[in-house]
């Protein structure tokens, strides 16, 4: 069965630094990966998606992230953060079912 | 178009009683999807409907829970009877199929529901 695993429950940056949110997943194929953000009391929203091809993506508000096989890993980057990024993150995948697997999120904090 | 819909975006009922979610998806989309959100368990897919019909309803926790489609802009969750273990926030979503696997989901802003 597949499984998305993001190993940081909770990580807090100052406003302007990068960065990095860590996400894995386990399936036999290579899926089809997002990232999603989740505002307080609010719905989910996507920033990006992979599904093939170039392995570094955009997506909106400044996000990027990277697919690497080797690693089966899809990390969100940022290079400088800003405090309304304060949220949580989900990685998702679908292996083609149509319905997403999500990860258990990572709460980001920003520092002014 | 307004996204999707969810009602009530809150629900405070007592153990035992009937609880109905309510969804309406964005027009044009074909798939429709039930998740439920906790802090034990985080984002779980419930159930998934295809042209109105049930593709996928594994992940229902049990028979107290039914999900309905009677058509293409309307979607139900029940919950009969209701459980404090229940309280959890519902987000409905949907997608279209155009383009292949993989299309974005839509998220409404959930139902939170509190059982006491």
């Known amino acids: 069965a597949q499984s998305v695993t993001q190993p940081d429950i909770h990580i807090t940056v100052s406003e302007g630094a990068s960065l990095e949110l860590r996400c894995n997943y386990s399936?036999?194929?290579?899926?089809?990966l997002f990232w999603y953000v989740q505002s307080p009391g609010q719905g989910l929203q996507l920033l990006l998606k992979?599904?093939?091809?170039?392995?570094l993506v955009q997506g909106i508000k400044g996000f990027e992230a990277e697919f690497k096989r080797s690693q089966s890993s899809f990390n969100l980057r940022k290079p400088s953060v800003h405090w309304s990024d304060a949220a949580e993150y989900f990685c998702?995948?679908?292996?083609?079912?149509?319905?997403?697997?999500f990860g258990s999120g990572t709460r980001l904090q920003v520092q002014p | 178009d307004a996204g999707v819909i969810q009602s009530p975006r809150h629900e405070v009922t007592e153990m035992g009683q009937e609880v109905t979610l309510r969804c309406k998806p964005i027009?044009?989309?074909?798939?429709l999807f039930w998740y439920r959100q906790t802090m034990m368990r985080g984002l779980e897919l419930l159930i998934y409907?295809?042209?109105?019909?049930?593709?996928?309803d594994s992940g229902m926790p049990e028979d107290r829970f039914s999900a309905k489609m009677p058509n293409a802009s309307f979607s139900t969750l029940k919950i009969q009877p209701s459980e404090p273990r229940d309280s959890a926030v519902y987000f409905c979503?949907?997608?279209?199929?155009?383009?292949?696997?993989?299309?974005?989901?839509?998220f409404g802003p959930g139902t939170r529901l509190t059982v006491l």
């Open positions: 998702a995948l679908d292996t083609g079912r149509r319905a997403l697997t």
């Open positions: 409907f295809n042209n109105n019909v049930p593709i996928d």
């Open positions: 027009s044009g989309h074909d798939y």
């Open positions: 399936y036999g194929a290579t899926p089809y």
């Open positions: 992979y599904f093939s091809g170039d392995t």
């Open positions: 979503a949907s997608s279209r199929s155009t383009g292949g696997v993989g299309n974005e989901q839509f």
